[in-house]
């Protein structure tokens, strides 16, 4: 079997961090499969270096009509069996008509927290076979939009929980982005984009920095909203207590030496960030949105709270950085609850056992 991915991102975020996660799992299952997306991103650069086939394509947004008359003439090029189309932003409408151009069966995977309407959703996905969602949320939010519940599979995102030391210690930590190894990390992992929540989350900081003076807020990530961030910052009096550390891709290295994630999204189709704290044993408090129910154990592996409750969370954090024996034992059940429920071998098995099913029964 062979199976064409599409990503058309050029950045290493979470969703295609799972892409090429998927495809090293069917790999190692003997599934030939061939990674089609941007050339010249970092998403192609770390699939070459994981020996992963690449073919790179231009793909120029929404209104890249072209688009569709390239990826036909790879795939006719290619032959495979099925594509999956991973990509928004255009790619997801225009990936499936030239899957149906080219006479392959195709599946889409949506990640995204936000209803469509239901003629675009009639448009977008009738070349789809199936529709992958993430969670239980977006499940729904396609079945109100008029797609049929058996054209609907829901497969999570899974990440390796394995209980490995840090490659990096507190101290080097500290050294990175200047700060006292003796102070509480505080992380938050998300795109500078407004639905991610950050502004909220330096009001709520104003509370847990008086409350937590040896507290530090660390924003991992890079977007359009980095330069108002940082005047919110200055304005709050907070540029000692806040630190936007810019887009890691070395965070597995150091995330299990952080005291908390805090995740302020507003919208989320599931939160890989989030999984992959709890993966390296650090509670989480987030709010109540989208998938983040599904993968955080409210009480046991972190807190959830009313989603835009300020207030809230500032408790929440407060909580959590007060009391050292319950972020460890949030932090263990954490690691449990990953190890249990997000298991990279079911998300893959869960994916070939869909991908024979369509290569059966061939294009719609």
């Known amino acids: 079997m062979h199976i064409v991915h599409l990503e058309t991102g050029r950045h290493l975020y979470g969703g295609a961090r799972q892409v090429l996660l998927l495809i090293r799992g069917l790999k190692a299952r003997g599934v030939e499969t061939t990674l089609a997306c941007t050339a010249g991103g970092a998403i192609a650069s770390e699939a070459g270096r994981q020996g992963l086939a690449v073919r790179g394509l231009p793909m120029h ?17 290619l032959g495979p069996d099925l594509v999956h189309v991973h990509s928004r932003r255009g790619a997801d409408w225009l990936a499936g008509i030239a899957a149906r151009r080219a006479g392959v069966p195709a599946v889409l995977t949506r990640r995204v927290d936000r209803a469509d309407g239901r003629l675009a959703a009639a448009l977008k996905y009738r070349p789809y076979q199936r529709i992958v969602a993430i969670s239980s949320a977006i499940r729904q939010q396609l079945e109100r939009a008029g797609v049929a519940p058996e054209r609907v599979a829901l497969i999570r995102s899974a990440v390796d929980a394995q209980l490995l030391e840090p490659a990096w210690s507190r101290e080097r930590l500290a050294r990175e982005f200047a700060l006292d190894p003796r102070c509480q990390f505080v992380g938050c992992v998300a795109q500078l984009i407004p639905r991610k929540g950050h502004e909220l989350l330096i009001e709520v900081w104003l509370d847990v920095s008086r409350a937590c003076p040896d507290a530090r807020l660390l924003l991992f990530g890079q977007g359009p909203l980095e330069a108002r961030l940082r005047r919110s910052i200055r304005a709050a009096g907070l540029e000692g207590s806040v630190i936007l550390a810019g887009f890691r891709t070395d965070l597995p290295a150091f995330i299990g030496r952080l005291d ?52 809230a969370m500032a408790i929440a954090l407060i909580e959590l950085l007060q009391n050292a024996p319950h972020r460890r034992a949030f932090g263990e059940a954490a690691w449990a609850w990953v190890a249990k429920e997000f298991r990279v071998a079911d998300m893959v098995g869960a994916h070939l056992t869909l991908y024979r099913e369509l290569v059966e029964t061939g294009p719609a």
């Open 260 to 311: 908390l994630l805090v995740h302020p999204a507003l919208a989320e189709g599931l939160g890989l960030a989030v999984l992959e704290a709890q993966a390296a044993a650090v509670p989480v408090v987030a709010f109540r949105a989208g998938g983040l129910p599904e993968i955080v154990a409210d009480g046991r592996t972190g807190y959830l709270v009313r989603a835009g409750d300020a207030p």
């Open 61 to 77: 947004g929404d209104l890249d009509l072209m688009f569709v008359s390239r990826f036909t003439r790879l795939l006719r090029d």
